[in-house]
Protein backbone atom coordinates (compact mmCIF):
# COMPACT_ATOMS: atom_id res chain seq x y z
CA UNK A 1 0.00 0.00 0.00
CA UNK A 2 1.60 3.17 -0.81
CA UNK A 3 2.42 6.06 1.50
CA UNK A 4 -0.31 8.18 -0.13
CA UNK A 5 -2.57 5.78 0.32
CA UNK A 6 -2.54 6.49 3.94
CA UNK A 7 -2.92 9.70 4.18
CA UNK A 8 -5.72 10.04 1.63
CA UNK A 9 -7.38 7.95 4.38
CA UNK A 10 -6.19 9.45 7.23
CA UNK A 11 -7.40 12.81 5.80
CA UNK A 12 -11.20 11.59 4.92
CA UNK A 13 -13.33 12.47 8.46
CA UNK A 14 -13.02 9.11 9.96
CA UNK A 15 -15.38 8.54 12.48
CA UNK A 16 -13.96 5.75 14.99
CA UNK A 17 -16.21 3.11 16.47
CA UNK A 18 -14.77 -0.54 18.25
CA UNK A 19 -16.98 -3.27 17.20
CA UNK A 20 -16.62 -6.95 18.33
CA UNK A 21 -14.38 -8.91 16.36
CA UNK A 22 -17.66 -11.38 15.47
CA UNK A 23 -20.02 -8.35 14.72
CA UNK A 24 -16.96 -7.67 12.23
CA UNK A 25 -16.70 -10.55 10.93
CA UNK A 26 -20.79 -10.39 10.27
CA UNK A 27 -20.42 -7.33 8.64
CA UNK A 28 -17.35 -8.08 7.02
CA UNK A 29 -18.91 -10.98 5.40
CA UNK A 30 -22.11 -9.70 4.39
CA UNK A 31 -20.02 -6.77 2.36
CA UNK A 32 -17.51 -9.37 0.68
CA UNK A 33 -20.53 -11.73 -0.33
CA UNK A 34 -22.03 -8.49 -2.45
CA UNK A 35 -21.94 -9.15 -6.06
CA UNK A 36 -17.91 -8.26 -7.57
CA UNK A 37 -16.87 -7.81 -3.96
CA UNK A 38 -17.53 -4.14 -3.07
CA UNK A 39 -20.27 -2.21 -4.47
CA UNK A 40 -19.01 0.79 -5.92
CA UNK A 41 -21.69 3.58 -5.17
CA UNK A 42 -20.75 6.78 -3.20
CA UNK A 43 -21.36 6.98 0.64
CA UNK A 44 -21.07 3.49 1.01
CA UNK A 45 -20.21 2.53 4.49
CA UNK A 46 -17.25 0.61 4.48
CA UNK A 47 -15.49 -1.18 7.01
CA UNK A 48 -11.48 -1.53 7.56
CA UNK A 49 -8.65 -2.12 9.45
CA UNK A 50 -6.91 0.60 10.25
CA UNK A 51 -2.85 0.16 9.60
CA UNK A 52 -1.69 2.98 11.54
CA UNK A 53 -3.74 2.38 14.27
CA UNK A 54 -3.41 -1.10 14.44
CA UNK A 55 0.07 -1.70 16.24
CA UNK A 56 -0.41 -5.35 16.57
CA UNK A 57 -2.33 -7.84 14.19
CA UNK A 58 -5.36 -8.07 16.41
CA UNK A 59 -8.39 -7.17 14.58
CA UNK A 60 -10.13 -5.23 16.90
CA UNK A 61 -10.14 -1.55 16.11
CA UNK A 62 -11.78 -0.61 12.77
CA UNK A 63 -12.79 2.66 11.04
CA UNK A 64 -15.48 2.53 9.20
CA UNK A 65 -15.03 5.42 6.79
CA UNK A 66 -17.47 6.75 3.79
CA UNK A 67 -16.28 6.41 0.40
CA UNK A 68 -16.93 9.14 -1.53
CA UNK A 69 -14.24 9.17 -3.84
CA UNK A 70 -13.41 6.60 -6.28
CA UNK A 71 -9.63 7.01 -5.33
CA UNK A 72 -10.20 6.18 -1.68
CA UNK A 73 -12.96 3.51 -2.21
CA UNK A 74 -10.04 1.86 -3.79
CA UNK A 75 -7.70 1.78 -1.05
CA UNK A 76 -10.70 0.09 1.14
CA UNK A 77 -10.78 -2.64 -1.46
CA UNK A 78 -7.35 -3.34 -1.27
CA UNK A 79 -7.30 -3.15 2.96
CA UNK A 80 -10.29 -5.53 2.99
CA UNK A 81 -9.34 -8.23 0.57
CA UNK A 82 -6.10 -8.52 1.80
CA UNK A 83 -7.79 -9.09 5.38
CA UNK A 84 -10.26 -11.68 3.68
CA UNK A 85 -7.13 -13.52 3.33
CA UNK A 86 -5.83 -13.74 6.07
CA UNK A 87 -9.24 -14.59 7.68
CA UNK A 88 -9.41 -17.65 5.33
CA UNK A 89 -5.83 -18.74 5.93
CA UNK A 90 -5.93 -18.68 9.19
CA UNK A 91 -9.67 -20.51 10.51
CA UNK A 92 -8.52 -22.65 13.27
CA UNK A 93 -8.92 -20.81 16.15
CA UNK A 94 -7.55 -21.80 19.76
CA UNK A 95 -8.29 -20.42 23.01
CA UNK A 96 -5.76 -18.24 25.19
CA UNK A 97 -7.50 -20.10 28.40
CA UNK A 98 -6.28 -23.63 26.70
CA UNK A 99 -2.76 -22.77 26.93
CA UNK A 100 -3.16 -20.48 30.13
CA UNK A 101 -0.68 -17.50 31.05
CA UNK A 102 2.56 -19.66 31.16
CA UNK A 103 1.94 -21.95 27.59
CA UNK A 104 1.07 -18.78 26.40
CA UNK A 105 4.70 -16.99 27.03
CA UNK A 106 6.37 -20.52 26.21
CA UNK A 107 3.98 -20.98 22.94
CA UNK A 108 4.69 -17.16 21.65
CA UNK A 109 8.17 -16.45 22.48
CA UNK A 110 9.86 -20.37 21.48
CA UNK A 111 10.33 -19.42 18.00
CA UNK A 112 12.60 -16.97 19.13
CA UNK A 113 16.39 -16.92 18.85
CA UNK A 114 18.75 -13.97 20.57
CA UNK A 115 21.12 -12.47 18.36
CA UNK A 116 23.54 -11.07 21.35
CA UNK A 117 25.63 -13.12 23.23
CA UNK A 118 25.01 -9.85 25.76
CA UNK A 119 22.01 -11.19 26.22
CA UNK A 120 22.73 -14.06 29.24
CA UNK A 121 19.06 -14.63 29.87
CA UNK A 122 15.86 -14.38 27.91
CA UNK A 123 12.35 -14.95 28.94
CA UNK A 124 11.60 -17.39 32.19
CA UNK A 125 12.66 -15.94 35.40
CA UNK A 126 12.07 -12.97 36.92
CA UNK A 127 13.77 -10.58 34.94
CA UNK A 128 16.33 -10.38 31.66
CA UNK A 129 19.98 -10.27 32.48
CA UNK A 130 22.59 -8.54 30.36
CA UNK A 131 25.65 -8.91 30.16
CA UNK A 132 27.38 -4.82 30.24
CA UNK A 133 31.00 -6.28 30.31
CA UNK A 134 32.93 -6.12 33.66
CA UNK A 135 31.82 -8.01 36.38
CA UNK A 136 27.64 -6.28 36.58
CA UNK A 137 25.05 -7.31 34.83
CA UNK A 138 22.13 -5.25 34.35
CA UNK A 139 18.48 -6.78 35.06
CA UNK A 140 15.55 -6.14 33.46
CA UNK A 141 11.66 -6.76 33.99
CA UNK A 142 8.21 -5.22 33.14
CA UNK A 143 4.65 -5.57 34.86
CA UNK A 144 1.21 -4.56 33.74
CA UNK A 145 -1.26 -3.82 35.78
CA UNK A 146 -4.71 -3.40 34.11
CA UNK A 147 -7.45 -1.81 35.51
CA UNK A 148 -10.51 -4.61 36.64
CA UNK A 149 -8.11 -7.51 36.24
CA UNK A 150 -5.41 -5.83 38.43
CA UNK A 151 -6.85 -3.40 40.20
CA UNK A 152 -10.47 -2.21 41.42
CA UNK A 153 -10.26 1.65 41.66
CA UNK A 154 -13.48 1.37 43.71
CA UNK A 155 -11.25 0.30 47.03
CA UNK A 156 -7.72 0.98 45.79
CA UNK A 157 -6.47 4.94 46.14
CA UNK A 158 -4.42 5.97 43.25
CA UNK A 159 -1.48 6.94 45.21
CA UNK A 160 -1.38 3.68 46.37
CA UNK A 161 -1.77 1.83 42.85
CA UNK A 162 1.38 4.07 42.02
CA UNK A 163 3.25 2.67 44.82
CA UNK A 164 2.25 -0.74 44.03
CA UNK A 165 3.20 -0.67 40.67
CA UNK A 166 6.97 0.18 41.30
CA UNK A 167 6.79 -1.94 44.36
CA UNK A 168 5.93 -5.13 42.34
CA UNK A 169 8.57 -4.43 39.58
CA UNK A 170 11.16 -3.66 42.29
CA UNK A 171 10.05 -7.21 43.97
CA UNK A 172 11.61 -9.01 40.63
CA UNK A 173 14.25 -7.15 40.43
CA UNK A 174 14.90 -8.24 43.96
CA UNK A 175 14.06 -11.54 43.33
CA UNK A 176 17.68 -11.82 41.19
CA UNK A 177 19.42 -10.64 43.56
CA UNK A 178 19.90 -7.39 42.48
CA UNK A 179 20.00 -3.55 43.14
CA UNK A 180 16.76 -1.93 41.24
CA UNK A 181 18.03 1.80 39.76
CA UNK A 182 15.86 3.11 37.30
CA UNK A 183 12.27 2.55 35.97
CA UNK A 184 9.95 3.60 33.02
CA UNK A 185 6.74 4.37 33.05
CA UNK A 186 3.88 3.81 30.84
CA UNK A 187 0.65 4.79 31.22
CA UNK A 188 -3.14 4.41 29.15
CA UNK A 189 -5.82 6.30 30.20
CA UNK A 190 -9.43 7.29 29.32
CA UNK A 191 -11.18 10.05 29.54
CA UNK A 192 -12.64 9.31 32.66
CA UNK A 193 -9.34 10.34 34.30
CA UNK A 194 -8.95 13.77 35.24
CA UNK A 195 -4.90 15.74 35.76
CA UNK A 196 -5.85 15.51 39.66
CA UNK A 197 -5.89 11.46 39.30
CA UNK A 198 -3.43 11.19 37.57
CA UNK A 199 -1.37 13.54 39.79
CA UNK A 200 -2.28 11.17 42.68
CA UNK A 201 -1.01 8.19 40.98
CA UNK A 202 2.35 9.72 39.89
CA UNK A 203 2.96 10.99 43.81
CA UNK A 204 2.70 7.03 44.50
CA UNK A 205 5.24 6.79 41.91
CA UNK A 206 7.01 9.17 43.62
CA UNK A 207 7.12 8.07 47.25
CA UNK A 208 7.89 4.57 46.06
CA UNK A 209 10.71 5.76 43.65
CA UNK A 210 11.66 7.59 46.73
CA UNK A 211 11.41 4.56 48.64
CA UNK A 212 13.32 1.91 47.02
CA UNK A 213 16.30 4.67 45.27
CA UNK A 214 14.86 3.91 41.88
CA UNK A 215 14.76 7.15 38.91
CA UNK A 216 11.89 7.60 37.00
CA UNK A 217 14.04 8.11 33.41
CA UNK A 218 11.26 7.75 31.24
CA UNK A 219 8.19 5.60 29.71
CA UNK A 220 4.76 6.81 27.22
CA UNK A 221 1.45 8.09 27.62
CA UNK A 222 -1.41 6.53 25.53
CA UNK A 223 -5.20 7.09 25.73
CA UNK A 224 -7.40 3.99 26.35
CA UNK A 225 -10.86 3.20 25.78
CA UNK A 226 -11.53 1.24 28.64
CA UNK A 227 -9.73 2.94 31.82
CA UNK A 228 -6.37 3.36 33.02
CA UNK A 229 -3.43 0.66 32.26
CA UNK A 230 -0.12 1.00 33.64
CA UNK A 231 2.97 -1.23 32.66
CA UNK A 232 6.48 -0.02 34.24
CA UNK A 233 9.66 -1.79 33.46
CA UNK A 234 12.37 -1.89 36.20
CA UNK A 235 16.17 -2.02 35.85
CA UNK A 236 18.86 -3.30 38.49
CA UNK A 237 21.98 -4.07 38.79
CA UNK A 238 23.95 -7.18 40.46
CA UNK A 239 27.34 -8.69 40.21
CA UNK A 240 27.31 -11.56 37.84
CA UNK A 241 28.66 -14.08 40.32
CA UNK A 242 25.67 -12.97 43.03
CA UNK A 243 22.78 -13.34 40.22
CA UNK A 244 20.50 -15.46 42.09
CA UNK A 245 18.25 -17.68 38.86
CA UNK A 246 15.21 -19.44 39.85
CA UNK A 247 16.84 -22.80 37.83
CA UNK A 248 19.50 -22.86 40.55
CA UNK A 249 18.05 -25.18 43.42
CA UNK A 250 19.94 -28.47 44.07
CA UNK A 251 18.76 -31.30 45.59
CA UNK A 252 18.82 -31.31 49.94
CA UNK A 253 18.40 -27.60 49.45
CA UNK A 254 16.53 -26.24 51.82
CA UNK A 255 13.36 -24.26 50.70
CA UNK A 256 13.15 -20.63 52.79
CA UNK A 257 10.43 -18.25 52.54
CA UNK A 258 10.47 -14.26 53.80
CA UNK A 259 7.78 -12.38 56.15
CA UNK A 260 4.61 -13.93 55.93
CA UNK A 261 1.92 -15.41 53.47
CA UNK A 262 -1.36 -14.58 52.76
CA UNK A 263 -2.19 -11.20 53.68
CA UNK A 264 -2.56 -9.69 50.56
CA UNK A 265 -5.31 -12.35 49.51
CA UNK A 266 -7.67 -12.10 52.95
CA UNK A 267 -6.76 -8.49 52.16
CA UNK A 268 -8.16 -8.52 49.25
CA UNK A 269 -11.04 -10.51 50.59
CA UNK A 270 -12.25 -7.92 53.11
CA UNK A 271 -12.17 -4.77 50.35
CA UNK A 272 -14.14 -7.30 47.93
CA UNK A 273 -16.71 -7.75 50.83
CA UNK A 274 -17.10 -4.42 51.70
CA UNK A 275 -17.22 -3.43 48.10
CA UNK A 276 -20.79 -5.52 47.65
CA UNK A 277 -22.27 -4.34 50.87
CA UNK A 278 -20.97 -0.54 49.88
CA UNK A 279 -22.98 -1.36 46.55
CA UNK A 280 -26.10 -2.92 48.22
CA UNK A 281 -26.20 0.66 50.40
CA UNK A 282 -23.80 3.22 49.85
CA UNK A 283 -24.69 4.72 53.14
CA UNK A 284 -23.16 1.81 55.16
CA UNK A 285 -19.61 2.92 56.05
CA UNK A 286 -17.21 0.40 54.97
CA UNK A 287 -15.95 -2.36 58.52
CA UNK A 288 -11.99 -2.18 58.03
CA UNK A 289 -11.20 -1.72 61.37
CA UNK A 290 -8.88 -4.38 62.51
CA UNK A 291 -7.56 -5.28 59.47
CA UNK A 292 -5.29 -2.63 58.67
CA UNK A 293 -2.36 -4.92 57.88
CA UNK A 294 -4.22 -7.29 55.47
CA UNK A 295 -5.37 -4.04 53.58
CA UNK A 296 -2.27 -2.83 53.88
CA UNK A 297 -0.78 -5.58 52.12
CA UNK A 298 -3.02 -5.74 49.79
CA UNK A 299 -3.21 -2.11 48.71
CA UNK A 300 0.83 -1.14 49.62
CA UNK A 301 2.76 -4.20 49.43
CA UNK A 302 6.54 -3.64 49.61
CA UNK A 303 9.33 -5.47 47.59
CA UNK A 304 11.54 -7.19 50.14
CA UNK A 305 14.58 -5.35 49.31
CA UNK A 306 15.69 -5.08 52.73
CA UNK A 307 15.96 -8.96 52.26
CA UNK A 308 18.71 -8.31 49.91
CA UNK A 309 20.84 -6.13 52.00
CA UNK A 310 20.09 -8.98 54.75
CA UNK A 311 21.59 -11.98 52.60
CA UNK A 312 24.59 -10.22 52.14
CA UNK A 313 25.66 -9.15 55.40
CA UNK A 314 24.74 -13.07 56.48
CA UNK A 315 26.86 -13.97 53.94
CA UNK A 316 24.08 -16.08 52.36
CA UNK A 317 23.78 -16.51 48.09
CA UNK A 318 20.77 -18.81 47.83
CA UNK A 319 21.53 -21.18 45.23
CA UNK A 320 17.92 -20.07 43.56
CA UNK A 321 15.53 -17.51 44.13
CA UNK A 322 11.69 -16.09 43.08
CA UNK A 323 9.54 -13.74 44.35
CA UNK A 324 5.76 -14.73 45.36
CA UNK A 325 3.59 -12.63 42.80
CA UNK A 326 0.55 -15.37 42.65
CA UNK A 327 1.20 -17.18 45.40
CA UNK A 328 3.53 -19.72 46.89
CA UNK A 329 2.14 -23.02 45.22
CA UNK A 330 2.82 -21.39 42.01
CA UNK A 331 6.08 -19.88 42.74
CA UNK A 332 7.20 -23.84 44.05
CA UNK A 333 5.95 -25.13 40.91
CA UNK A 334 8.13 -22.45 38.82
CA UNK A 335 11.20 -22.94 40.71
CA UNK A 336 10.98 -26.61 40.76
CA UNK A 337 10.63 -26.46 37.20
CA UNK A 338 12.94 -24.07 36.08
CA UNK A 339 15.46 -26.06 38.74
CA UNK A 340 14.55 -29.46 37.34
CA UNK A 341 14.19 -30.82 40.83
CA UNK A 342 11.29 -32.05 43.70
CA UNK A 343 10.26 -30.66 47.08
CA UNK A 344 8.75 -31.55 50.09
CA UNK A 345 7.01 -28.29 51.37
CA UNK A 346 5.13 -28.59 55.00
CA UNK A 347 2.39 -27.45 56.12
CA UNK A 348 2.69 -26.55 59.97
CA UNK A 349 5.98 -24.41 58.63
CA UNK A 350 4.03 -21.92 56.64
CA UNK A 351 4.40 -18.55 58.40
CA UNK A 352 0.73 -16.54 58.40
CA UNK A 353 0.14 -13.83 60.72
CA UNK A 354 -2.25 -14.19 63.31
CA UNK A 355 -4.54 -11.80 61.59
CA UNK A 356 -4.75 -13.05 58.63
CA UNK A 357 -5.32 -16.57 59.87
CA UNK A 358 -8.42 -15.24 61.89
CA UNK A 359 -9.63 -13.30 59.16
CA UNK A 360 -9.41 -16.55 56.93
CA UNK A 361 -11.57 -18.61 59.34
CA UNK A 362 -14.05 -15.81 59.67
CA UNK A 363 -13.99 -16.08 56.12
CA UNK A 364 -14.11 -19.85 56.37
CA UNK A 365 -11.19 -20.66 54.53
CA UNK A 366 -8.30 -22.54 55.66
CA UNK A 367 -5.32 -20.02 56.49
CA UNK A 368 -2.79 -22.45 55.05
CA UNK A 369 -4.44 -22.15 51.47
CA UNK A 370 -4.48 -18.77 51.52
CA UNK A 371 -1.33 -18.72 52.23
CA UNK A 372 -0.59 -21.58 49.27
CA UNK A 373 -2.49 -20.18 46.59
CA UNK A 374 -3.54 -16.37 47.97
CA UNK A 375 -1.34 -14.08 45.60
CA UNK A 376 0.54 -10.77 45.52
CA UNK A 377 2.62 -11.55 49.27
CA UNK A 378 5.65 -9.86 46.68
CA UNK A 379 7.43 -11.92 49.36
CA UNK A 380 10.92 -13.95 48.64
CA UNK A 381 10.94 -17.44 48.01
CA UNK A 382 14.58 -18.77 47.94
CA UNK A 383 16.68 -21.84 48.39
CA UNK A 384 19.69 -22.32 50.86
CA UNK A 385 22.63 -24.91 50.63
CA UNK A 386 22.12 -27.03 54.37
CA UNK A 387 25.23 -25.25 55.38
CA UNK A 388 24.04 -22.11 54.98
CA UNK A 389 21.44 -23.00 57.75
CA UNK A 390 22.59 -22.17 60.86
CA UNK A 391 23.18 -18.48 59.08
CA UNK A 392 19.72 -17.45 58.83
CA UNK A 393 18.26 -19.64 62.06
CA UNK A 394 16.15 -17.95 64.24
CA UNK A 395 15.92 -15.17 61.91
CA UNK A 396 12.76 -12.93 62.45
CA UNK A 397 12.49 -12.13 58.28
CA UNK A 398 13.17 -15.78 57.40
CA UNK A 399 11.07 -19.26 57.37
CA UNK A 400 12.34 -23.09 56.69
CA UNK A 401 9.21 -24.33 54.72
CA UNK A 402 10.52 -27.69 52.96
CA UNK A 403 13.82 -29.16 51.31
CA UNK A 404 14.53 -29.90 47.50
CA UNK A 405 14.81 -33.49 46.61
CA UNK A 406 15.23 -34.55 42.76
CA UNK A 407 12.39 -34.29 40.14
CA UNK A 408 11.72 -37.70 39.99
CA UNK A 409 10.65 -37.82 43.96
CA UNK A 410 8.16 -35.18 42.66
CA UNK A 411 6.47 -31.73 43.95
CA UNK A 412 4.36 -32.51 47.53
CA UNK A 413 3.02 -30.52 50.68
CA UNK A 414 3.39 -32.51 53.88
CA UNK A 415 0.05 -31.65 55.39
CA UNK A 416 -1.28 -31.12 59.42
CA UNK A 417 -1.40 -34.68 59.46
CA UNK A 418 1.68 -36.28 57.61
CA UNK A 419 -0.42 -36.76 54.63
CA UNK A 420 1.40 -36.48 51.31
CA UNK A 421 -0.17 -34.62 48.36
CA UNK A 422 0.47 -33.54 45.24
CA UNK A 423 1.27 -29.68 45.02
CA UNK A 424 -1.16 -28.02 42.23
CA UNK A 425 -1.02 -24.30 41.95
CA UNK A 426 -3.82 -22.41 42.16
CA UNK A 427 -3.02 -18.48 41.36
CA UNK A 428 -4.35 -16.29 39.50
CA UNK A 429 -5.48 -17.35 36.01
CA UNK A 430 -6.55 -14.31 33.61
CA UNK A 431 -7.15 -15.92 30.65
CA UNK A 432 -9.84 -17.88 31.87
CA UNK A 433 -12.84 -18.52 30.05
CA UNK A 434 -15.39 -16.24 30.87
P1 LIG B 1 6.73 -12.46 37.03
O1 LIG B 1 5.53 -13.11 37.67
O2 LIG B 1 7.99 -12.72 37.76
O3 LIG B 1 6.52 -11.01 36.71
P2 LIG B 1 5.83 -13.55 34.60
O4 LIG B 1 5.18 -14.79 35.06
O5 LIG B 1 5.01 -12.36 34.32
O6 LIG B 1 6.97 -13.19 35.66
O7 LIG B 1 6.69 -13.86 33.34
C1 LIG B 1 7.54 -15.00 33.26
C2 LIG B 1 8.55 -14.76 32.17
O8 LIG B 1 7.89 -14.59 30.91
C3 LIG B 1 9.39 -13.53 32.34
O9 LIG B 1 10.71 -13.84 31.90
C4 LIG B 1 8.76 -12.51 31.45
O10 LIG B 1 9.68 -11.54 31.01
C5 LIG B 1 8.26 -13.35 30.30
N1 LIG B 1 7.08 -12.82 29.61
C6 LIG B 1 5.85 -12.60 30.13
N2 LIG B 1 5.00 -12.15 29.20
C7 LIG B 1 5.69 -12.06 28.05
C8 LIG B 1 5.36 -11.67 26.72
N3 LIG B 1 4.13 -11.26 26.42
N4 LIG B 1 6.33 -11.71 25.78
C9 LIG B 1 7.59 -12.12 26.11
N5 LIG B 1 7.95 -12.51 27.34
C10 LIG B 1 7.02 -12.49 28.30
MG1 LIG C 1 8.45 -12.54 39.69
Not at 104 to 122: A, R, V, Y
Not at 173 to 200: G, W
Not at 204 to 214: N, P, S, T
Not at 338 to 351: F, I, M, Q, R, T
Request: one cysteine or more; glycine letters at 8%; charged letters at 25%.
Amino acid sequence: MSFNGLHQMKNLKAKKRRVKVKEFNRLFWNISHTKNGFSPTKNRIFYVIHPLRSKSNQVHEFFYIRADSSSSYKLHLFLCRTFARKQRMSDKRTEISDLGEFGLIEHLTKPFTMHHSSSLLGVGDDAAVIDIGGDDALVVSTDLLTEGIHFNLMYMPLKHLGYKSVAVNVSDICAMNATPTQITVSISVSNRFPLEALEELYEGIRLACDHYKVDLVGGDTSSSYSGLGISITAIGTVKKDKITYRSGAKEYDLLVVTGDLGAAYMGLQVLEREKEVFRANPNVQPELDGHDYIIERQLKPEARQDIIGFLAELDVLPTSMIDISDGLASEVLHLCKASNVGCHVYDEKLPVDAKTAMTAIDFNLDPNTCALNGGEDYELLFTIKQDDFDKIKGNPHMTVIGHITNAQDGIYYIDKNGSIITLRAQGWKHFDAE
